[in-house]
């Protein structure tokens, strides 16, 4: 009768586990290694910690995680590939830096009047989520976000999109396109070169999410902000396939209930830390915030009509890029109602 009643009480205490979302404690205890390759102090290192310190938490231990930023361990480029091979067991990548390998999600990366994070991750998440793409075939995907959309922060100030025309701005990746297509002088430069290039008017502005006007102090030149809600930079965190099929299924559980909240934690992260750089911007520097009119909005957007025909016509052939746009653009529309 002990030995029933013991039993009874120890499936008890399992179901009440179960029901909170968390796996039960086992004597058996998985490490695994998570590559990224940022600076630890940059967001996609930041949610890199939380999801960590999510998953030991929720597993009570039985999954740990060693983390490695900042290129420790895999590269920017090899990333994917590296998690393919076993080289790490789960990586950080930006499916930015890869353009045609990943054409489904990279509708995220176009010029799409973005209003936040948070709106563009949980975009991707439901993108991935509806075509699951063959080209994350090889991996398990844990998590998806994107950085904050990006905005012009200048010398002088950008209030139309004429004050654009030949004026030397920093940009990278689909932002050398979105201003050539505004008559601007896009340059490439690494960011470590920027402060320099500022000081000396090289450049009289620079292109990317709001942070940097904080992170490296670019308000302190930059003392104008224009709001024009450009591409983003996309994201994804995979595991290797093997290594995700020897988990328990209660640890796999786990890891596929923090998907979305950690999309979703990520995005509303990466825009707090936005408003906050622009806060301090304003206080320290009395930096002006620029908002282009309705009329000025519809005029950027009709000049960077190509960027999406572009893409439409570069990955047809692969996938259906027309209903992917669409896709696009309406959960961008709910999102915004939702988050705004």
Known sequence: MVKLYTTIAAFMIAAVVYAAGVAPVSART????????????????VQMERWKAEVEKRTKGVLKINTFPGGTLLGA???????????ADIGCFAMSYHPGRFPVVEAIDLPLGWPSGVVASLSLLDL??????????????????TCPPANIMSIQPVRTLEDLKGM??????????????????PIGMPQSDVPDALHKKVIKGMASSLEVMKDFNYAEYCRYITMTNLQVVTFAVVMNRDRWDSL?????????GLVREQTEWTG???DEHVNEAVRWSKEKYNVEVIEFKTEEKARMSKLLEPLVNGYIERAGSKVPAREIIKDVLTFKDAYTKQYR
């Open 30 to 45: 998985t490490t695994l290694s998570y590559a990224n390759f940022p600076p630890a102090s940059t967001f996609p290192c």
């Open 77 to 87: 480029k090899n990333m994917f590939d590296g998690v393919v091979m076993g080289q």
């Open 168 to 185: 030397e701005i920093r940009a990278a990746g689909t932002g050398v396109k979105v201003f050539e297509l505004l008559d601007a002088n």
């Open 248 to 256: 328990s299924a209660d640890v796999q559980k786990v890891l596929d």
């Open 268 to 270: 509303l992260y990466v």
């Open 128 to 145: 991935y989520e509806k075509y699951q793409p063959e080209s994350f075939r090889k991996v398990k995907v844990l998590t998806m976000f």
